[in-house]
């Protein structure tokens, strides 16, 4: 970017030659504006907030060094660059006090003037550089403490006044919280600068008091003092095109959504607006098609799902009934919606007990449910940004189990009918291949060859499998007779139940419901 300069002398050929005779554009520069005297510098300045100001000490209405101890406050990077003739050692001796180092005697020397120039332009890239990485922390730095509450109201004033930001023309406070994902985690941090950057811009060209600045690498903070209400809707306006071009220009976002707290009407309180701003970004889990959403109040309980929605959900998966599976998920997604105050991290718990319940289902039919989709993984669940999202997850792996469970019906009819037959009758102690080939009207050779071909396990290892696990089950949920127990999963002799159970666990059933009491 071409650096600003204001040339002020009240000598008009001075100022032509310094304008027509320096090569500003090798030293990336360009005049932004004239004046004859330092009143008329001084409003310029302040208008076009030049980067170097090159001016003659000895001028009518306002003098050189007073034009500098005038602007210091209002553009403390400037740079000055006073022109003196032999005559003016007493205005430079106060141009040494001021710290003014650069200056020229008249009569001018291009090649000086040039040589000085340079030399600001470098120096003013160097503090410019210095001073925005101190401001941006002190900017962090104060985001962050009006978030908290118990704050010292004056210190919080004076951070904001040092950075140009006078809290006292304001009426109303309210905080904004805007959270992006993105595809790729390494330019996540690059984009959420750039976005900062964008979102600050439009609020200097709005001229709205604010301070914004990133929480971590994929949030960022905006406390906007407002003078009038009217000027956070147009803000709002101005964030939803950033966020949608943002999107659009750059395939590693993913979204980009805005939470919006209450007004409250002081400093003071601003946390507690922060505080409704979380709410509210929670809020669009809930929402299809919304990305930004202001803070109402909900007094709806969190959502606490029924245990049998896993019990009948296994139900309907054993049977291979993708109706009643579909509909048993979407009416769990229904219902949350109707408790939005439920928190987000509850909600992705409960569709992960729903895949885990999925897994162990299709674990009983020798499926590897999570090699059915490629795509899905553990972290698509923590990762995912809308209910709706979590619900296409379920609804997805849903479609390819199901699918798979097609071809078993189709080629492996009769491997999947046994293993239903076997799950639904695994308490009966007369369950044999026998019986199952009766009820199968096949024979009880053709029913073994295909079931080991199928499973590449024999059908009496499916039933022991089936019969161990049921008993570890119920021996997990308390105490039980062994007897008891042998018979629930079709064993006759109690004995010869436990020795089975041992054999295949490695301990005795009683371990299980000892083992949990100590652990109490």
């Not at 998966?317 to 408790?339: F, G, P, Q, Y």
């Not at 798979?404 to 639904?424: C, F, M, P, V, W």
Request: hydrophobic share 40%.
């Amino acid at each position: 970017m071409q650096k600003k300069v204001l040339l002020v002398d009240d000598e008009y050929m001075t100022r032509r030659v310094l304008k027509n005779k320096v090569d500003w554009n090798s030293l990336n520069a360009i005049v932004s504006g004239e004046a004859e005297d330092g009143e008329e510098a001084y409003k310029m300045a302040l208008e076009i907030q030049p980067d170097i100001i090159i001016s003659d000490v000895r001028m009518p209405r306002m003098n050189g060094i007073e034009l500098v101890q005038n602007l210091r406050e209002s553009l403390p990077l400037c740079k000055f660059i006073l022109l003196s003739g032999y005559s003016d050692k007493e205005y430079l001796k106060s141009a040494i006090r001021l710290k003014i180092v650069n200056y020229v005697e008249k009569p001018i020397d291009i090649k000086e003037i040039t040589k000085v120039v340079k030399k600001a332009i470098e120096e003013s890239d160097y503090e410019k550089k210095t001073f925005n990485k101190l401001k941006d922390r002190e900017i962090n730095d104060i985001c962050y403490k009006l978030t908290l509450p118990a704050q010292n109201t004056q210190d919080l004033l004076d951070v904001l006044n040092s950075l140009g930001v006078h809290v006292k023309k304001a009426s109303s406070f309210c905080s904004c919280i805007v959270s992006l994902s993105c595809s790729n985690e390494v330019v996540v941090k690059e984009i959420t600068n750039k976005l900062t950057k964008d979102i600050s811009r439009i609020l200097h060209a709005l001229n709205i008091m604010a301070i914004c600045s990133p929480r971590n690498d994929q949030t960022i903070i905006i406390h906007l003092f407002l003078e009038q209400i009217s000027h956070l809707h147009t803000f709002i306006n101005q964030l939803k095109t950033i966020s949608v071009n943002a999107e659009k220009t750059n395939s590693n976002i993913k979204y980009i959504y805005s939470g919006i707290g209450i007004h409250v009407d002081s400093l003071s309180n601003i946390y507690m607006s922060y505080k409704t701003a979380v709410m509210a970004l929670q809020k669009i889990f809930y929402e299809e098609n919304q990305t930004i959403v202001f803070y109402v109040k909900d007094t709806t309980s969190p959502y606490k799902m029924n245990e049998s929605i896993l019990t009948r959900l296994t139900e309907a998966l054993k049977t291979v009934n993708r109706i009643s599976a579909e509909i048993i998920i979407k009416d769990l997604a229904k219902n949350i919606r109707k408790h939005k105050n439920t928190q987000v991290s509850s909600v992705k718990d409960i569709f992960h007990r729903i895949i885990l319940k999925m897994s162990e289902v299709a674990k009983t039919l020798n499926i590897d449910l999570l090699k059915l989709d490629d795509s899905f993984t553990w972290n698509s669940i923590s990762q995912a940004s809308k209910l709706s999202e979590l619900e296409s997850i379920v609804l997805t792996i849903f479609d390819k189990l199901f699918n798979e469970l097609g071809k078993l019906h189709n080629q492996d009819a009769l491997s999947a009918k046994t293993i239903r037959y076997i799950n639904k009758n695994i308490s009966d102690v007369e369950l044999s291949i026998n019986k199952i080939s009766e009820n199968l009207f096949v024979t009880p050779t053709y029913l073994c060859t295909v079931f080991k071909k199928e499973t590449n396990i024999t059908i009496n290892q499916f039933i022991k499998g089936c019969r161990m696990k049921k008993a570890h089950e119920i021996i997990s949920k308390g105490p039980i007779k062994n007897t008891e127990l042998a018979s629930m999963v079709g064993y006759k002799d109690a004995r010869y139940f436990s020795k089975t159970f041992e054999e295949y666990f490695g301990f005795k059933p009683k371990a299980i419901w000892e083992r949990g009491v100590n652990e109490q």
